[in-house]
């Protein structure tokens, strides 16, 4: 158990709790770096005991698996990733640039944190049917967060008529559509396929470009023709996400890679 600091909200952790706090973190940064040079499929519970000087009955005792560390490195990942969403989703804007400043705060999380796309790529089938359900459950909240920031902004467009459903199901449908697109596309440029098998020199813009087709096909105003999205993307870069954008483009650049 823990108490509460006076004059705090933070808890006051008692000298054993910051040791096992410090353990666990030494597990994660040395299971961390393994995962990232060898591999999901390189690495072993003996390759982390000993990468982090931490007994292997000490580790099972924290966590089941490999894969319910990996699990807790993508939960970290996350949260920091849905961090960035809530900050590009709050853009003062029509619901379609909150959608702008939400596809642009995934964009630049992926370009700055690779290491950290590349854990969460990883997290996926397999690797969860064997990590810890309280594990997994504690994933499944974050993500579950991550899709509500998303319905959040959808259902805004639709109060303000902005979009107008045209059919049952058609919310569902662009949430996942949207997903997909994000989620599938960042993988794939991840592992260079882009690039090398198809000749795309430029995925990000090319993403983009396909979202804003798509927002268009479903009418969600304004459209295209009517907004000057790369302006609203510009925007957003300078307002929102200045020092990441300025850290990816250079000092001033809010039009980055279409400057």
């Known amino acids: 158990m823990f108490t509460q600091r006076q004059g705090s909200s933070l808890p006051f952790l008692s000298p054993k709790q910051l040791e096992l706090r410090e353990r666990d973190s030494r597990i994660l940064r040395a299971a961390r770096t393994l995962v990232l040079d060898l591999g999901y499929h390189g690495i072993t519970m003996d390759h982390i005991a000993k990468a982090s000087d931490c007994p292997k009955g000490t580790l099972y005792h924290r966590f089941v698996s490999k894969e319910d560390i990996l699990v807790a490195l993508a939960s970290d990942s996350l949260e920091r990733r849905t961090a960035l969403m809530r900050r590009g989703a709050a ?124 927002a268009d096909a479903y009418k969600w105003r304004p459209l295209s023709s009517e907004w000057d999205y790369l302006k609203t993307l510009a925007d957003v870069r300078r307002v929102v996400f200045a020092e990441e954008a300025e850290s990816l483009y250079g000092p001033g650049q809010w039009y980055g890679d279409q400057a």
């Open 91 to 214: 853009y003062p804007g029509r619901a379609r640039e909150r959608m702008v400043g939400l596809a642009e705060s995934i964009a630049l999380f992926t370009r700055l944190n690779p290491e950290d796309s590349r854990i969460l790529h990883m997290t996926t089938g397999p690797v969860r049917e064997k990590a810890s359900p309280e594990r997994i459950m504690s994933l499944f909240n974050i993500e579950k967060g991550t899709v509500e920031i998303l319905r959040g902004v959808l259902d805004e467009a639709i109060r303000t008529g902005d979009l107008v459903p045209e059919f049952d199901g058609m919310l569902d449908e662009m949430a996942l559509g949207v997903w997909g697109l994000v989620e599938g596309s960042f993988t794939l440029i991840e592992s260079g396929i882009p690039e090398h098998a198809l000749g795309i020199t430029d995925p990000f813009h090319k993403t983009w470009s396909f979202f804003n087709r798509s």
